[in-house]
């Protein structure tokens, strides 16, 4: 008959027990994140409301053989942003902007004929390089990239004054933070500034050839995955 006190009988359960449960977390702690899991959390959508600061231009242009000078004096709305970000690693970012706007450009001193304001929907594409700094300000992460793409102007039914659509090469360049409120969503604030070609929609009389700017402040949030 063996002879083991109590107190060892206990303990030997107990190892035997706890030995199992170890064994599981360890194997737990040593599974890898699989691929797909890594890349999901390198991607963020962002969804921000933007103010759109657009700036006037001016130019000459030969109505009737006459030189005119003519003013474009686009409207100033707000519209939303849609981003969505893949991040490798602090210095290495890219984005795809989904931007809308809608608002009338405004052609002086046509007036109402032939044409005066165009209202319009702008729809802008653009990919674009993101850099995120690697250190934290009181738990703000700061942003900057630039890119390009393209910017749709397509004049709408009711008062685009039968004018056809046009592409314009974009430009942009863009700053901003981001916060986050949990594990998975965040707060942005960001500046961005656009570079394009004034439209003139295809119309000899518009083409004011000017290269023009918008500005866009913006508020929103994002989900991290």
């Known amino acids: 008959m063996l002879n083991v006190s109590r107190p060892s009988w206990v303990r030997n359960v107990v190892l035997c027990l706890l030995l199992p449960a170890a064994g599981?977390?360890?194997n737990a702690q040593a599974t890898p994140q699989s691929g797909l899991d890594r890349q999901l959390s390198r991607l963020d959508i962002?969804?921000?409301?933007s103010a759109i600061i657009n700036k006037d231009s001016n130019g000459t242009v030969v109505v009737n053989t006459v030189p005119t000078a003519v003013n474009l004096h686009p409207g100033?709305?707000?519209?939303p942003l849609v981003?969505?970000?893949y991040t490798k690693s602090p210095y290495l970012g890219f984005e795809f902007n989904y931007a809308y706007a809608r608002y009338t450009q405004t052609f002086t001193?046509?007036?109402a004929a032939p044409v005066g304001g165009v209202q319009q929907n702008a729809s802008e594409y653009t990919f674009g390089y993101v850099a995120h700094f690697p250190r934290e300000f009181?738990?703000?992460a700061p942003f900057a990239g630039g890119g390009a793409g393209t910017t749709a102007f397509r004049p709408t039914p009711g008062g685009g004054e039968g004018l056809s659509p046009q592409a314009r090469a974009t430009y942009y360049y863009n700053v901003g933070g981001d916060y986050m409120l949990n594990k998975h969503f965040g707060a942005r604030a960001e500046f961005r500034q656009l570079f394009f070609k004034a439209p003139d929609f295809e119309t000899n009389y518009l083409t004011i050839q000017k290269h023009t700017t918008e500005l866009q402040p913006g508020f929103g949030f994002f989900f991290r995955f």
């Open 24 to 26: 599981l977390t360890a």
């Open 46 to 49: 962002g969804v921000v409301a």
């Open 76 to 79: 100033n709305t707000v519209g």
């Open 83 to 85: 981003t969505i970000r």
């Open 109 to 111: 001193p046509f007036g």
């Open 138 to 140: 009181h738990g703000i």
